[in-house]
C-alpha cells in the first residue's frame, strides 16, 4: 500500500494502514474501515479510497460505490466548523432559503464546500427535529433557532472572531 502525499500526515496513513491489518479479516468491514478513514482525514479522498480498496483486495469502484452511497461519508473536507442548514418542511417555509443564502455569503463558499483556512463548511440537511424553531442551522452539535439573515450573519461573525478571522 503506497501512501498518498496528498491525502494527508505519514500519521494518519500509517493509522488508515493499522485499521485495514487489524479488521480485513472481519467479513462485512468496509463500512466500519471507512467509518474509522473518515474519522482519521475528515473526508475520503481518492486516495484513501484506493488504500483501502488494495489493503481489502476489492476495487475501487466497490469502495467508492460505498462511500458515495451512505450521506455519513464524504469526498470533500468539512471544515473546524461544520454549519449544517435545515432545509426540512417547517425551516424552508420560514425561510431557510434566506438563511442558507446569509452562511455562503457570510463565508464566500456555497454548499457543499469547505473555507480555505479549513475552519467553515456548509451542508444541508432535511430536518434536526427542532421545528418549532424554524428555521434552523447546526454548527457542530450547538443548534441556533428563530433565525433571521441577521442573527445567523452575527453567529458567524462570533464564531470566527473566536476564530481569530475577521
Do not use: N, W
Not at 479488521?23 to 482519521?40: D, F, K, N, V, Y
Not at 455519513?72 to 424552508?92: D, E, M, N, W
Request: charged letters at 25%; hydrophobic letters at 35%.
Amino acid at each position: 500500500m503506497e501512501h498518498c502525499a496528498a491525502c494527508g500526515t505519514a500519521e494518519q496513513a500509517k493509522a488508515l494502514k493499522a485499521v485495514i491489518e487489524e479488521s480485513r479479516s472481519t467479513p462485512g468491514c468496509l463500512m466500519h474501515i471507512l467509518q474509522e478513514a473518515q474519522g482519521i482525514y475528515g473526508y475520503l479522498p481518492i486516495g484513501v479510497q484506493k488504500t483501502i480498496a488494495e489493503g481489502l483486495g476489492i476495487s475501487l469502484s466497490e469502495v467508492y460505490g460505498v462511500v458515495t452511497f451512505y450521506s455519513q461519508f464524504s469526498l470533500k473536507p468539512k471544515g473546524k466548523h461544520r454549519i449544517s442548514v435545515c432545509l426540512g418542511t417547517a425551516c424552508y417555509v420560514k425561510g431557510a432559503d434566506k438563511i442558507l443564502a446569509a452562511v455562503e455569503k457570510e463565508l464566500g463558499i456555497k454548499c457543499g464546500e469547505c473555507t480555505e483556512d479549513g475552519l467553515f463548511s456548509i451542508d444541508s440537511c432535511r430536518c434536526v427535529g427542532a421545528c418549532g424553531l424554524a428555521p434552523v442551522i447546526m454548527i457542530g452539535e450547538e443548534v441556533y433557532g428563530k433565525l433571521t439573515p441577521e442573527k445567523v450573519t452575527a453567529i458567524i461573525k462570533d464564531y470566527k472572531k473566536q476564530e481569530g478571522v475577521e
